[in-house]
């Protein structure tokens, strides 16, 4: 069992900058592979990047590339969305999730565990 916490979401000017974390509990953070995802309103959720055990594996959405970094920090059981060049579009609920296995992942039905989601918006 895995419980996520997200946070560091906030309200942000276009062209800014902030950075989401996701901290887990237990003890086995570095067994699953993390990713990050989105949903704007009356939206469905969407893959935004994603991390594997170790970080030496990564992949991105087309929308997040050249702007957002995913890192993981594994002795802090924490995984990182660096998001630079805001803009209005990336407005979402943005959540993290953690998938047991080897194979990095942009499907959200692999992931076995979601925290509660941290609210970014991008005023224009």
């Known amino acids: 069992q895995v419980q996520l916490v997200e946070s560091g979401g906030g309200l942000v000017q276009a062209g800014g900058s902030l950075r989401v974390s996701c901290a887990a509990s237990g003890r086995t953070f570095n067994s699953y592979i993390m990713g990050w995802f989105r949903q704007a309103p009356g939206k469905e959720r969407e893959f935004v990047a994603a991390?594997?055990?170790?970080?030496?594996?990564?992949y991105y959405a087309d929308s997040a590339k050249g702007r957002f970094t995913i890192s993981r920090d594994n002795a802090k059981n924490t995984v990182y969305l660096q998001m630079n060049s805001l803009k209005p579009e990336d407005t979402a609920v943005y959540y993290c999730?953690?998938?047991?296995?080897?194979?990095?992942?942009?499907?959200?039905?692999?992931?076995?565990?979601w925290g509660q989601g941290t609210q970014v918006t991008v005023s224009s």
């Open positions: 991390i594997s055990r170790s970080g030496d594996s990564i």
């Open positions: 999730a953690a998938r047991f296995g080897i194979r990095v992942s942009r499907g959200s039905g692999e992931y076995d565990y």
